[in-house]
């Protein structure tokens, strides 16, 4: 069973920043896609962004200009930088891989808290 470890979740005010990492804990697998899931309280989980291992990115509209994602030298690691917090990226950010193509993979992290307040 892949496990992925998420960290840098927390309390911030709106504009504000925070980084989420996410790391394969037991394993040195390089991912086809990595990327991160967004679930806000009440809703379902969309995906936010993703990368591939050749570099390339996608991102939801409603992130676009304000996160970043991308991948650590060991690619079984990414991180997730994300700016000018607001309201509605409150929500716990799930952390997926896919180790032969695109998302949603059958790897998925506990979650980490993001809560953005106003």
């Known amino acids: 069973q892949v496990q992925l470890v998420e960290s840098g979740g927390g309390l911030v005010q709106a504009g504000g920043s925070l980084r989420l990492s996410c790391a394969d804990s037991e394993s040195m697998f390089t991912y086809v896609y990595m990327g991160w899931y967004h679930q806000a309280p009440g809703k379902q989980r969309e995906l936010v962004a993703t990368i591939s291992s050749g570099g390339t990115t996608t991102y939801a509209d409603s992130v676009k200009g304000r996160f970043t994602i991308s991948r650590g030298d060991a690619q079984n690691t990414v991180y997730l930088q994300m700016n000018s917090l607001q309201s509605e990226d409150t929500g716990v950010y799930y952390c997926?891989?896919?180790?032969?193509?695109?998302?949603?993979?059958?790897?998925w992290g506990q979650g980490t808290q993001v809560t953005v307040s106003s």
């Open positions: 997926n891989a896919n180790r032969f193509g695109t998302l949603p993979g059958s790897s």
